[in-house]
C-alpha cells in the first residue's frame, strides 16, 4: 500500500475517532465551554493529555507554515483541518498533501516512475 493511501486512511480516522467521543459531548451538554474546559482539566491525566495536544498543534502549524513555500502545496487545508478537528485530522492531512505533491514532482520529472 502507498504511504499517500494510508495518510488518507488515517485522515478519516483521525476525524471518525474523536469525533465518536465529541459529538455525543455535544448532543448532552451543548457548545458549553467553560463546561468543556473544566473536564478536560479536571484531573492532572486528562489536563495532560489536553496540554499535549494543544503543544501538538502548535508545532504542526508552524511546520505546516515553513513547508508551505514547497511550490503547489495546499497549506491553508491542514491548518483548517487542526482548527476544526485537531491535529489527528491535520497531521495526516498534511502528510497525504505533501506525499502527494511529491508525486507529481516526481511525475513531472520522470513520467514512468510512478
Known amino acids: ?15 471518525a475517532l474523536p469525533y465518536t467521543e465529541f459529538v455525543p459531548w455535544v448532543l448532552r451538554n451543548g457548545l458549553n465551554m467553560p463546561l468543556f474546559w473544566h473536564q478536560l482539566t479536571a484531573n492532572r ?4 493529555f489536553g496540554a499535549d495536544v494543544l ?3 502548535i508545532v504542526l502549524l508552524v511546520f505546516v ?4 513555500s514547497l511550490r503547489g502545496f495546499r497549506f491553508w487545508l491542514p491548518l483548517i483541518a487542526v482548527l476544526t478537528v485537531g491535529v489527528s485530522l ?5 502528510l497525504y498533501l505533501r ?10 520529472v520522470n513520467p514512468t516512475a510512478i
Open 1 to 15: 500500500m502507498k504511504r499517500k493511501n494510508v495518510y488518507l486512511f488515517l485522515c478519516f480516522l483521525g476525524v
Open 55 to 57: 503543544v501538538s498543534a
Open 45 to 48: 491525566i486528562s489536563a495532560f
Open 65 to 68: 507554515r515553513a513547508e508551505r
Open 99 to 108: 506525499e502527494d505533491g511529491r508525486e507529481v514532482r516526481r511525475s513531472t
Open 90 to 94: 491535520g497531521l495526516p492531512l498534511f
